[in-house]
């Protein structure tokens, strides 16, 4: 693919910031890793030989406790199997991922319901980050939790980008009565409070819909009221790249306004888009882990880092390992996003060589 | 009312052009009714039938006068008065009135339910039953008589009684009451109701002994009589429609020891009750022992877990620890606090009808309209495991909604256990015989087992996130859905739920209740046509708390003859034969009881030896606390130097139930 040769020195510029393109490389390998999440933190072996035949339950059915010759009909319980298979000692055997346990599994210690201290710590052994008040492994939970935070907010980001950046660059374009009208009701829209607005909805959304629908509602919600933010810089853009000759040169040629705008004036807009992007998945995350922690977010019981820091706060003194985990995790990948956009925004930065006098 | 809409709009818009017309703005003022008295009486005349006065040579001379003085004293006679006690509420109040809109909030036991004194009280000790129901012991009367054959309830007022700014309590104020309830100014339609129809009459004999009459003889009859309260007349003197507004902030003389006044609110912060050292009453026996610190300090702290830290650090006195976290994990008995014995742990069982926590299931719903699926959803619940490993095995499992109440609980009645071959038994009878790929049973046409489980409990969603890892074993999926109390309540009251996690607090009442939530009036606006049969077109009645959809014409007859009867025996069978009917329908979910309730406490807040009473709900409730001062000081010095005192853990079981 032939890239722009100046886009292609802004991605060496941006490879060369060291920092930036270290956190973006992690960046990429956690979200990869937390696709196939199910092969690295779950409570079903990778692989499981039994009796001679091969079974691999990361995913597709549950199998039956019946599978395995064990007197029940619900989901076998691998971790209990693998001890019956050790005892046996009959050519039974699985292999379990490296965190063997499921993000909504209660599991006891102590034989109670009870938040679990780390494994370093003197909990039981498996739990690397401790369990919660339920007894849920917090590792597990944070992955998981991880693994939808990102892919919301990158679904967030696509979605108010693709609104804003039609809207404002058509605002730009057209000018007049149309820019005037389109922006009071931006400004009309921009004054309804958000939280307000998600905190009624969600209290009535009927719990008929699935967890991925409810999901998928909270990110239409955000959504609808954040794309306006981006009119503006779209939509100032737009009206200088106007004025330009080259757009003059298109418009002779007889391109459409839809083709100038974005096969000509978008691509010497983007720079301003592709700074704001990792700023919007931040705060898409921390929106997402505001609404949990009050309540207001993901249906339970979907792991969630707010969810987990609320909780924390409640066992500040008994099981501080909840709360130090969850504020970690979630300090750790803002930072890795915060350094991306720092990057990105000094390697997309046209006036590199300029110097003030 | 819809004849009157046009009406109604043409007024409006008659009015909208008028005011347009005018140009000027239209000060309106509410006027107030400043003569309440002539009102009152206006009342008193315009309903003769309800108000009567009599001279004292009408009250029958063959009466049987009893004044409940051969019963125990309360509380501890080692009682000292003075000190202060600290506390924390969870909102400051929105009023400080004891009726109308707002009124109905964790404010009130502080200034009405814990405070004021009644005719004559239940005896929360002696709860053994005579032929006139509960043993009760005089407060502002000083005897009292049933004529049984009248219903009727004479009551002598004692001279002594005084309102808490002076004012004699008298037959005027009893009279009050009743304008006072039942106006409409107060604007809280079930008062209105329950005076107009709970009561046929009252009649004034002198100053101080009046009679209460009833339109039926119920065995729960005193608390209606006796348990009450008058309201002072003298107070309300500006009774108007604007009674919500101008009342708002006034704190209304009461009966009771304290009280609060303007100096002692601190709005959004703090609220202060003060005792009344004069009060009239502070002498007399069953009141002496009672009502001991000088202040009750009320402090604002949004936050359970903060003001549990509040707690630790002294700031507040004593801390509700219900949350076996609490017990076991924040405060256990080796904690240092504990250790040196600055704080001491009280586990009080007591021995009262519990809240009905558990899973009602709405029979006007798909999935859960058949009975076999309730009763699978039943056997697939685990609460056993919620009680043995949740609660640390604290808690008792319910078997019953009408447990808690002595003889009218059922004797043998075991509520379902968990069992995954039972629960798969009753499902595949509903036709859910095969298990889908996510272990989820479905029936031919495909469909999942699922129910949605709506609650306003958010601090018991843990409970419900195990019942709903163990229920996946049976094949059974719950989607819970957690919302905001007012939220999930009104879904529950609109019936849109499918099961709700709910429970109906009940009051230490006589016997259970079944009409509210079992009688089919409650569920349908018509349940069944004249022949007995189902009307085909009859539709959910919303707003009450028959919360099951349960409708039975063989269980109406029976509460319809439960709520007329007068012969306990008689009901105590009705009772059991109603609770088994519930068992068959199965749409209740009986969940846990709480047997007991645990507190910490500093050293300095001193308890009766028997610890508290047997019907106790809270700590505070009968006030029969009080403050070690010099322990206090002694406490706070020791706290810096590291000295200790002999730790206290007590664990009070005299009224545990097994």
Known sequence: MALNPLTVRKLKRFRSIKRGYYSFALLMLLIVVSLFGEMFVNNRPLMLSYEGKWYFPTYGANLTGETFALDYTYETNYRDLRERFQTEDNGNWMLMPPVPFDPNENNTYEGVFKPAPPSWMGGPSGHWLGTDTTGRDIFARLFYGFRIAIFFSLAFMALT??????????????????????????????????????????????????????????????????????????????????????????????????RIIFNHILPNTISTVVTFMPFTIVSAITAITALDFLGFGLPPPTPSMGELLKQGTQTLTTAPWIVSSAFAALVFILILVTFIGEAVREAFDPKKFTTYQ | MKNFRPALGLLCGAALIFLSGCGKKET?????????????????????????????????????????????????????????????????????????????????????????????????????????????????????????????????????????????????????????????????????NFYSTKYAGVTRFDDHTFALHFPELRPDIYSLSLGTVPVPAHFYNEFGDDFPERYQWRFAPTTGPYTVSEKDIDKGRSITLRRNKDWWAKDNKFWRNLYNPDRIRLVVIRDNAKAFEAFRKGDIDFFDMRLAEDWYDKLPDDADEIAKGYIQKIKFYNDIPRPTYGLWMNQSRPLVNNRDIRAGIQYALNWDLVIKKFSRGDWGRMNTSSDGYGDFTHPTLKSRTFSIDKALDRFARAGFTKRGPDSILLNDKGERLSVQLTTGYEHYKDVLTILQEEAIKAGLDIRIEILDRTASWKKVQEKKHDMAFVAFNVGPELFPRYWETNHSANAYDKAFLEDGSVNPERKVKTQTNNIQIFASPEFDKIIDAYDRSDDLEEMKKMAYKMEELAYDDASFAPGFVIPFMRHGAWNWLKIPEDGNVKIATSFEGYRMFWVDQDLKKATKEARKTGESFEPAIRVFDQYKVD
């Open chain 1, 161 to 258: 980008y693709l609104i804003g950046i039609t809207v404002g660059c058509l605002m730009g374009y057209y000018g007049g009565i149309f820019d005037l009208v389109v922006q009071r009701l931006i400004e009309v829209w921009s004054n309804i409070p958000f939280l307000y607005i998600v905190i009624i909805l969600f209290s009535v959304i009927p719990s008929t819909f699935s967890i991925p629908a409810r999901i998928g509602m909270l990110l239409v919600v955000m959504v609808l009221f954040s794309w306006t933010s981006m009119t503006y810089y779209m939509r100032t853009a737009t009206y200088r790249e106007k004025a330009r000759d080259y757009t003059a040169a298109a418009v002779v040629l007889g391109a459409g306004p839809i």
């Open chain 2, 28 to 192: 309106v003022e509410t006027v107030s009714n400043t003569n309440t008295a002539d009102e009152a009486q206006a009342f008193y005349d315009a309903h003769p039938e309800f108000f009567h006065t009599k001279t004292m040579a009408d009250i029958p001379a063959d009466l049987k006068w009893d004044n409940g003085n051969d019963l125990p004293d309360l509380g501890s006679p080692d009682a000292t008065k003075g000190g202060t006690v600290n506390y924390w509420i969870q909102d400051f109040p929105r009023t400080l009135r004891i009726v109308g809109p707002d009124s109905n909030g964790s404010f009130r036991p502080w200034i009405l339910d814990d405070n004021v004194m009644s005719y004559a009280s239940r005896h929360p000790n002696v709860t053994s039953l005579n032929e006139d129901g509960f043993h009760y012991y005089p407060g502002l009367a000083t005897e009292w008589a049933l004529d049984r054959a009248n219903k009727t309830v004479y009551i002598r007022l004692n001279p002594e009684a005084r309102w808490s700014d002076g004012e004699p309590i008298t037959t005027n104020d009893v009279f009050f009451n009743f304008f006072f309830y039942r106006s409409s100014y107060i604007k809280a339609p079930w008062y209105n």
